[in-house]
């Protein structure tokens, strides 16, 4: 092409209507396709310039998501370098714009100079680098009109179309955006504030009383209605666990729970700032949650599907439950705000309260699609094999975590931004936090300590970050991280580096101090009790402290020198259960029992599995 202009190109969403069949996409993929692109604000570590985002929707209601990125090798003619975004840019292929008529809505891209002959022209291959044939058109809608169009451009260049199928555009699930979905309400009506978090969240902090005497933070996919849409808006969490989820096995012995929802956490949120100033709001629900009663439960799945298509599956294939806080089991919630403000909002207000405000707030603005899924961008992934190194990255590329604390005899869970270096191009694995001491969470951990900070990938570059994908947040290759341990006041020696840190990561708190008296937390790697990582299917994964010390903080990096160094590890060897993962501890398991010692009809307090189920596992080893 001659005098492309690639920016308005990739400024709206393309839909397939016709396409090669390929390496990346067999026959039985065409159906609901689109495809959209956006740059990024600087280069990747390849040196890759666009993210691009390829995806399908499913007829049993699941979803398939790619997101390669491409280098611009002459713009003025359309000419793209396409691949994954983690690999060189030596493994990329060609993908060509052959045509593009903007006002009439239709393009066509390809993988490269098509080089193989056919009787009715040429044709590019079929491999994954360097092949496919697609004609876009900017409606989802079908004209045929413009789809003739296209194929008499290009076959008048020579292209043999006989290659070409059609792509069922036909019974797609609709995206309700723009984001949010409804306008959120004021800021003073608190209750319908909570209502309209919780219906625009899918996903959430959860906090669970573990093993007794514990707690333990994890991420859970929410939902409260069918969906999105208007008038399904009910205020019930519901939520889905699979049997063998540290939660699920929480919640059999103790059905208690903290519910935690942040607005930063939204996709395309219109929170600038740190997750726990001023502009950014939180709500806490507490309860039980317990399962969904047989006769609710048809209705509780349809509920989850039309928020997350991946549950149809999960539903099937595992063995997965729906919950839910049932109103009668919805102890209260809790409303936070800025500097330490909470508002406790009776249940009965919460769900009678309208979930929407008929218009945007004047401050409040609409975030389109395409700008919701702008990337922020981010340091290259390690594998998911990685342990350490992926914990690392994880928390280095968050802005913020779940806590989960002792509130009394209950738990309860927030939201607080962190640092873990000198800004976003330095970690050392030392995490910081900024609390007012007027809010509940620096009275609660001054009272006890013990603390859990919960991390998701979800959370990342608004959900494009590689293991998501635009996945759920419940999806175990979206990775997610909780650290357990002990949170306390930064001592004097470390105040200055710790609010280096802090306002490095997020300016805005130099000023949180003129409202209400802030005070540096850390979680001090010599206080850290465990490493909870999923990091993909397969269960979970647990290393020492060391090994997170040690660990590169992004794919190809240096290992940094550990500061502070932790004290060693009393046992280098200790049980873990292979079934849920969880790692035996004498003083909270058996009241100081030796594991060699528990007879043989002992069971895990987790799960319930048997002592056979243990299995010896070396710290050194890094993994389970």
């Not at 260049?157 to 069922?168: M, S, T």
């Not at 049997?243 to 103790?254: C, K």
């Not at 060391?546 to 502070?564: D, I, M, N, T």
Request: glycine residues 8%; proline residues 7%; contains cysteine.
């Amino acid at each position: 092409m001659d005098s492309f202009d690639l920016d308005t190109f990739i400024s709206k969403r393309w839909f397939v209507q016709q396409q090669m069949e390929g390496g990346l996409e067999p026959s039985n993929l065409f159906q609901c396709q689109y495809a959209e692109y956006v740059k990024l604000d600087k280069p990747n570590f390849h040196g890759f310039e666009i993210q691009a985002h390829d995806h399908i929707d499913m007829m049993d209601g699941s979803n398939k998501d790619l997101h390669p990125c491409a280098k611009i090798v002459d713009a003025q003619r359309g000419k793209l370098s396409v691949g994954e975004c983690w690999l060189p840019r030596a493994a990329s292929g060609p993908l060509w714009v052959y045509m593009y008529n903007e006002t009439a809505g239709y393009a066509a891209v390809g993988g490269g100079a098509p080089k193989h002959s056919f009787p009715g022209g040429c044709r590019t291959g079929t491999g994954k680098i360097g092949g496919g044939l697609w004609i876009f058109t900017r409606e989802r809608k079908r004209d045929d009109t413009l789809v003739n169009r296209a194929r008499s451009e290009l076959q008048s260049k020579g292209f043999d179309l006989d290659a070409l199928q059609d792509v069922d555009q036909s019974g797609c699930p609709t995206e309700e955006g723009p984001y949010p979905h409804h306008p959120r309400p004021d800021w003073e009506q608190k209750a319908s504030y909570a209502r309209w978090l919780v219906h625009e969240s899918d996903y959430a902090t959860i906090v669970t009383h573990h093993n007794g005497a514990e707690l333990f933070g994890n991420i859970i996919s929410t939902t409260d209605g069918k969906g999105f849409t208007d008038g399904n808006a009910s205020g019930i969490v519901y939520t889905i666990l699979p049997s063998l989820d540290a939660t699920y096995q929480d919640l059999v012995h103790d059905s208690r729970v903290s519910v935690h929802f942040s607005e930063k956490a939204l996709k395309g949120s219109s929170c600038q700032g740190p997750a726990d100033d001023g502009t950014c709001g939180r709500v806490t629900i507490n309860g039980w949650l317990s399962p969904v009663p047989a006769d609710k439960r048809e209705q509780a799945l349809e509920f989850l599907v039309a928020k997350d298509p991946q549950v149809k599956l999960w539903a099937k294939t595992h063995t997965f439950d729906p919950f839910w806080i049932a109103p009668e089991n919805m102890t209260n919630v809790i409303w936070q705000g800025g500097a330490g403000e909470i508002s406790e909002i009776q249940v009965d207000d919460y769900l009678a309260a309208p979930f929407q405000k008929d218009t945007l707030l004047a401050t409040q603005s609409e975030v389109t699609l395409e700008e919701m899924r702008k990337p922020n961008g981010f340091h290259p992934r390690p594998h998911f094999w990685q342990g350490p190194d992926l914990a690392r990255w994880l928390v280095h590329e968050s802005q913020f975590a779940g806590v989960g604390v002792h509130h009394g005899h209950e738990v309860t869970a927030a939201s607080v931004s962190i640092s873990d270096g000198d800004g976003y191009e330095d970690s050392d694995g030392v995490i910081f936090a900024y609390l007012p001491k007027d809010g509940m969470i620096y009275h609660d951990l001054m009272n006890d300590s013990r603390a859990s900070l919960t991390f998701s990938e979800i959370a990342i570059a608004n959900g494009t970050a590689p293991g998501c994908n635009g996945a759920t947040a419940e999806s175990p290759p979206c990775v997610r991280l909780t650290i357990t341990g002990r949170i306390t006041p930064v001592p004097d020696d470390l105040q200055e580096k710790a609010l280096k840190h802090l306002f490095k990561r997020h300016p805005s708190m130099t000023t949180w101090s003129n409202v209400t008296e802030f005070v540096p937390f850390w979680l001090n790697p010599d206080d850290i009790d465990e490493f909870f990582l999923i990091p993909f299917y397969g269960g979970s994964v647990h290393f020492t402290t060391e090994k997170w010390l040690a660990a590169r903080w992004y794919r190809g990096g240096s290992r940094p020198v550990p500061v502070p160094t932790p004290a060693p590890t009393p046992s280098s060897v200790k049980m873990a259960c292979k079934v849920c993962g969880h790692v035996f501890n004498a003083e909270t398991d058996s009241q100081g029992v030796a594991f060699e010692d528990l007879p043989d009809d002992w069971l895990c307090p987790v799960c319930g599995a048997k002592k056979s189920a243990y299995h010896p596992i070396t710290f050194e080893d890094m993994m389970v």
